[in-house]
């Protein structure tokens, strides 16, 4: 149980287009669904906080009109990356919430999506 | 304010031996920690986690400790497999604040040798 997917798993742009990534959480409700970035060899950075029907809590230094966040669903969000550029180019990786009876709540993480801006 | 440090960043053990992870943190008002294992160019998998109100979890070959006077966590793997070798991550969390949010550490790469 608790799959999460991304899709696509990667993506080569140009310059200036914009980027569709999707996150499904597989066989269970995510309220709380959460976007990351990893640059290599570093740590994964969170960049939003995604709930379910409400907008998206984006971290310092994220800029929300750039990295457009939807929650339309328990079990769908998606992150556009608007008018990309070569430094967009990172390994993105979303999470879904559930919660662990004894413990709290827990993300179960996409395999990612590798994006490459020309 | 790296919140969440991983001071080790790799380990080199021998296949059968035990692997020891270790993780501080300094913001007390986390509640909820968690280990993942990450592969390149995957996301990480849930490996374990652990409550502030307990002192161990154990899950298979896995256990993980936490000592909350003195702010340290570690990941125990025993007997250490080739097919462990892989980036850990220990994560954390306050869930009276920010409820799931994750802070990381930097990640410590483990390799087993067979």
């Known amino acids: 149980g608790a799959v999460v997917s991304q899709h696509p798993s990667w993506v080569i742009c140009k310059s200036g287009t914009s980027v569709k990534i999707e996150c499904r959480s597989l066989d269970f409700q995510a309220t709380t669904m959460f976007w990351y970035r990893q640059f290599p060899k570093q740590s994964l950075m969170l960049m939003a906080t995604s709930n379910e029907g409400s907008k998206a809590t984006y971290e310092q230094g994220v800029e929300k009109d750039k990295f457009l966040i939807n929650h339309a669903s328990l079990t769908l969000s998606t992150l556009t990356v608007t008018s990309a550029h070569p430094e967009d180019s990172s390994f993105y990786i979303c999470?879904?919430?559930?919660?662990?009876?004894?413990?709290?709540?827990?993300?179960?993480f996409g395999p990612g999506t590798r994006l490459l801006v020309l | 304010d790296q919140q969440v440090k991983q001071n080790s960043p790799s380990l080199s053990v021998q296949e059968g031996r035990i692997s020891i992870l270790n993780c501080d943190y300094t913001?007390?008002?986390?509640?909820?920690f968690l280990w993942y294992k990450k592969y390149p160019a995957e996301g990480p998998t849930f490996l374990i986690s652990i409550s502030s109100i307990k002192d161990k979890n154990e899950d298979g070959r896995f256990t993980v400790f936490l000592n909350k006077s003195a702010k340290h966590l570690s990941l125990h793997i025993v007997p250490s497999q080739p097919g462990d070798s892989a980036v850990y991550f220990c994560?954390?969390?306050?869930?009276?604040?920010?409820?799931?949010?994750?802070?990381f550490g930097q990640g410590t790469i483990l390799t087993v040798h067979p």
């Open positions: 913001n007390s008002m986390f509640d909820y």
């Open positions: 994560a954390a969390s306050d869930s009276g604040t920010s409820y799931g949010k994750l802070t």
């Open positions: 999470s879904a919430a559930t919660y662990n009876r004894g413990f709290g709540e827990t993300q179960y």
